[in-house]
């Protein structure tokens, strides 16, 4: 069965909108990517003292379950170079699911929708320009509501 789903994409290491085209075609190879939202530059989150990002997100359809798709993202992220450091660091790219349907997930691995979604204004503000009267299934609010909520301190700005 055909589940639509969301990723969130970010690079701050090297060619970042290099980095976020070749995501895009690995993961045209074991999803069917729908959409993809604009570019953003944004300011790092937690850990100032690094390149600010490139984010997008990118709507796609998969027969994978969950896991198994989870587990292709991280094959993604680690062929090109992601390696598991110290959290919010830099990276070459990272891919986040971010809702799987409405579906909630609460596994040791795997939460979706991704716990923290709805404080960072660098998935909203992608999120809105594809999505923004879906409804978060823990929250309950659209992804406008979400948007809106927030006196959002961090800078997204679009990436010309």
Known sequence: MMSRVYLGLGSNIGDKASQIT?????LAKVVTVKRVSPLYLTEPVGLKDQAWFINCVVEVDTEKEPEQLLSALQSIEKAMGRVKTKGKGPRPIDIDLLFYDDQVVNRKNL?????RLHMRLFVLQPL???????????LHK????????????????PYK
């Open 111 to 115: 939460v979706i929708p991704h716990p």
């Open 128 to 138: 809105m320009d594809l999505i923004p009267r879906f409804v978060h299934p823990v």
């Open 142 to 157: 659209t992804i406008q509501e979400l948007y809106d909520a927030s006196p959002w301190s961090e800078i997204v700005t």
């Open 22 to 26: 070749e995501a895009l075609d690995r």
